[in-house]
DNA sequence: AGCATTGTTTCACA
DNA sequence: TTGTGAAACAATGC
């Protein structure tokens, strides 16, 4: 689930929810979510320290702390990853998903397993890092997968810049180069940051782009096209609430057609993931 | 049982 | 040296 738009949903869901509490206990036990620290490396930097903002490139998220005096928190959730805030006694509950709010009580099931909300429901490791707050809230990364990652002070300088804020200008330099088919130059978070799997084919076929071809062989007319394809796509999944809305997501099957055109779907590994365009429009080379 | 999975890092190779 | 692609990583679901 995963990505920008998903973290962004995660990260807008902290600065709401989580900023401003003192830090009262860390867990920070998981050495492979962890690593390289070892357990009570981050507890030590982050107990008595206050969350102050949250911020974002791409997939990566950080948290702030005493106003930049004190250490990052670097939070990624990889694969699976969700974020939860509980709130301190009397309120409630939110993931990065949205959904009804629930009581204290309620997350903290969750979080331990059995909920009927599928999303949150399973075993109690699944709660793989925890800031736990001195007012009895606390953030939780939930990971039914391990991919996820909680380190302090992250080094942020291999990310290109986020998705969302690239201009048209820099988007034709970084995007347009190189002999790697085109998708895997979009998934590239040293060129571009925050485009995933399933973003990357929605904003393909919304551009009628064809994934495998070479990035270097785009002119600035399609580089543009493809840049506000990337802009749309990517705020239309953060409206929407996440990747999985797209108009093509659903069509990424054997069975399935284009929904504008009628062609074949079709797919291969490109970039090293499953990839699924339409035959038609966005074939390489041309037809 | 075997394969696929929304992400990242590491390693081999041209 | 640089760029590209495959494999590894962890764990679950079909």
Redesign the pocket.
Known sequence: ???LPEVEAARSLIAERALGHTIAAVDDADT?VCRPHLPGDIASALVGRTPTAAHRI???MWLETDDGDGPTLGL?L??AGRIVVIGAEGSTQSTAYGGDPMSPAEARAAAAGGHPDPRLSG?PAWTRFALEFADGGALLLFD????GRAVLNPDLT?LGPDALLISKADFRARVGS????LK?RIMD?SVIAGV???LADELLWQARAAPLRPAGTLDDDELDALWKATRRATRAAIKAGG??HGAIIDFRNKDASCPRCGGAMVKA?V????TWWCEAEQSWPPV
């Open positions: 689930m995963p990505e492979y791409g997939k990566a990624h990889g694969m075993n039914k997968r391990r991919l291999r190189g002999d790697a088919p895997a978070q995933g799997n399933l990747v999985h590994a970039g090293g993931r499953t």
